[in-house]
C-alpha cells in the first residue's frame, strides 16, 4: 500500500486513507524540490527551522514518525548513529510526528514521547498532518533524504536499509563539501533482512482495537456482540479460541481508537484477549477518565514467567503480573518468546482504561532500546 522509489524497504505502518484528502499512496519523487515546514506548530529541541534558512546548505533527513510506533522505535537507534557521526559534518534529521491515535495530537504527549526515546534532533508536532501532505506521506516510518540543494534524492519507507542509508548520506554530504572525510572506524553496518521468515520467524499481525479501523486493519472482535460504535457493551466471554483478531468480556465502551473498560471490578473479571506468534508483543494503552490504571496480564491463563516479561511488565505480592498505565504509549508486555502460539489477557480493574492496539515482534528485531 506504500510505494518506496530508488531504495525499497520491507515494511511499513500504512496511514489509513481516512486520514488523507487525496488517498493517492504516493510520496514525492527523488528530484522533486522539497516542501518547507510552512505554518504555526509546536516545535521539540528546537526552535521553528526552515529549509530556506537555517537548514539552508544542509543535508536532511525528514523522518515521519510516532511515538507509539514500534516500527518507528525499532529504527532509532540506526538514526542516532547517523546523527550523532554526520550532525558535524552539515547533516540534520528532523522528526516530523505525525498522529495515529487520540492522545497523540496533544503537543505535551509528543514531547514526553520524544523525551522517553531519547531523541536529540529537531522534532515537528505536525498533528493537522499539513507536513504529511505536502510529501504526500502514507506511512509511519516514512524517511526523506533532501540534499544540500533542497531537493528530494531518496525516499525511504519503513524498517531496514540504515546501512545503504547511510552511504547515500555520505555522499550527500560529500557532495556539498568536497574535502569531508570520515573516520575510517566508522563501519557501515550490512543490511539484512529482518523479515525474513524463515530466518526470523513468523509474527500475529498488527491489531486495531478502536471501531474506526479494527473491523478493516486486522482487528476483528471475534465476540458475538460485534463493534457497536459509540456504545458501552457489555461482553460475554467467547468459549472457542480465536484464530485472528481479539475477544473482550465485560464492560466496555466502544470508541473509533480503543475500546474503554467502563466499570469496577475488584474481581479482575474483565478483559481484552488475543491468541498470538511472535517473539514480543507490544501494547498501546492510554487512560480517558484516571491518572493511573493497574493492569493484570496473564499468558495462557498464567502471569507471566519471569524470562517472558517485557520491561513494563512486574510482579504484586501475590505473585500476579501486571503493567501500570500512567500515560498513552507503547507498553512492552512479552519478550523472549518461543515460537508457538500463546494466548494474551489484559485484565482492568477501574473504568478508563484504554488498549488502543497490539503489535508484534520478531526474533530479528530486538536491537533496539526499551525505555
Not at 62 to 82: H, S
Not at 334 to 340: D, F, L, N
Amino acid at each position: 500500500m506504500f510505494h518506496s522509489r530508488a531504495l525499497v524497504f520491507p515494511l511499513a505502518v500504512v496511514l489509513l486513507a481516512a486520514f488523507s484528502s487525496t488517498s493517492s499512496f504516493a510520496e514525492l519523487t527523488p528530484g522533486t524540490p522539497a516542501p518547507d515546514f510552512t505554518g504555526q506548530r509546536a516545535w521539540i529541541n528546537s526552535k521553528p527551522l526552515s529549509l530556506k534558512r537555517e537548514l539552508k546548505g544542509r543535508v536532511v533527513l525528514v523522518d515521519f514518525w510516532e511515538y507509539t510506533c514500534i516500527n518507528c522505535i525499532r529504527t532509532l537507534p540506526a538514526l542516532k548513529r547517523i546523527y550523532d557521526r554526520y550532525k558535524p559534518y552539515g547533516f540534520e534529521i528532523i522528526g516530523d510526528h505525525a498522529p495515529e491515535f487520540d492522545f497523540a495530537y496533544k503537543p505535551e504527549n509528543v514531547a514526553m514521547g520524544t523525551r522517553r526515546e531519547r531523541i536529540p534532533w529537531p522534532v515537528i508536532v505536525d498533528s493537522d498532518f499539513s507536513i504529511w501532505h505536502a510529501y504526500d506521506s502514507n506511512s509511519w516510518p516514512n524517511k526523506f533524504l533532501i540534499g544540500a540543494n533542497g531537493v528530494i534524492v531518496v525516499q525511504h519507507a519503513g524498517e531496514g536499509g540504515y546501512g545503504e542509508l547511510e552511504r547515500v548520506i555520505r555522499g550527500e554530504i560529500r557532495k556539498a563539501n568536497p574535502k569531508a572525510v570520515f573516520p575510517a572506524s566508522w563501519a557501515i553496518p550490512p543490511d539484512t533482512n529482518d523479515f525474513d521468515t524463515g530466518r526470523c520467524g513468523t509474527v500475529s499481525e498488527e491489531t486495531y482495537i478502536g471501531t474506526a479501523r479494527g473491523s478493516r486493519w486486522g482487528g476483528e472482535i471475534a465476540n458475538r456482540e460485534g463493534f457497536q460504535p459509540g456504545k458501552t457493551v457489555l461482553y460475554t466471554s467467547v468459549p472457542r479460541k480465536v484464530p485472528r483478531g481479539f475477544y473482550v468480556h465485560g464492560l466496555w465502551k466502544n470508541e473509533p481508537d480503543d475500546l474503554e473498560h467502563a466499570r469496577n471490578t475488584a474481581k479482575l473479571e474483565d478483559y481484552i484477549g488475543i491468541r498470538y506468534h511472535g517473539r514480543e508483543v507490544y501494547a498501546v494503552m492510554s487512560l480517558r477518565s484516571e491518572s493511573a490504571a493497574r493492569v493484570f496480564v496473564t499468558r495462557d491463563g498464567q502471569p507471566l514467567p519471569v524470562a517472558k516479561r517485557g520491561v513494563d511488565v512486574k510482579e504484586d505480592a501475590r505473585g500476579r503480573t501486571y503493567i501500570d498505565v500512567r500515560e498513552g504509549r507503547m507498553y512492552y508486555v512479552v519478550q523472549g518468546e518461543e515460537a508457538t502460539e500463546h494466548d494474551l489477557r489484559l485484565f482492568a480493574s477501574g473504568p478508563g482504561l484504554a488498549v488502543n492496539s497490539f503489535t508484534f515482534g520478531n526474533r530479528c528485531l530486538t536491537n533496539f532500546d526499551r525505555l
